[in-house]
């Protein structure tokens, strides 16, 4: 059974620093495409950044490119969001994802096949 579990949201001043985890279980994190999502309230979920299967290259929205960082650990099998210059409108629920391929999930949610059950992340100016 496959289970994605987050952890690390919280409340940070505009310029901090948050780190997401997302432990997952049912195979090794290597083995699929991972990521996470996000959604503000009264907005539609959308897709931050993945990290391939296998060699583990990343994919990030141009709103938090150079910002924020995926990376996962084999060891603990838990994939990580590092969250850089935070924003106001990084404010969201912060969501970790799953699919077989990461083209999938690139074209959106509908292409996620597993989800975690959110963390919240509150940016404040």
């Known amino acids: 059974q496959v289970q994605l579990v987050e952890s690390g949201g919280g409340s940070v001043q505009a310029g901090g620093s948050l780190t997401l985890s997302c432990e997952v279980s049912g195979y090794p994190v290597r083995d699929r495409c991972l990521g996470w999502f996000r959604q503000a309230p009264g907005k539609e979920r959308e897709g931050v950044g993945v990290i391939y299967a296998g060699a583990g290259a990343t994919h990030y929205a141009n709103s938090v490119k150079g910002r924020f960082t995926i990376s996962q650990n084999t060891a603990n099998n838990t994939l990580y969001l590092r969250m850089n210059s935070l924003r106001p409108e990084d404010t969201a629920m912060y969501y970790c994802?799953?699919?077989?391929?990461?083209?999938?999930?690139?074209?959106?949610?509908?292409?996620?096949?597993?989800w975690g059950q959110g963390t919240q992340v509150t940016v404040s100016s």
């Open positions: 994802a799953a699919a077989k391929l990461c083209t999938n999930m690139l074209r959106g949610p509908r292409g996620v096949d597993h």
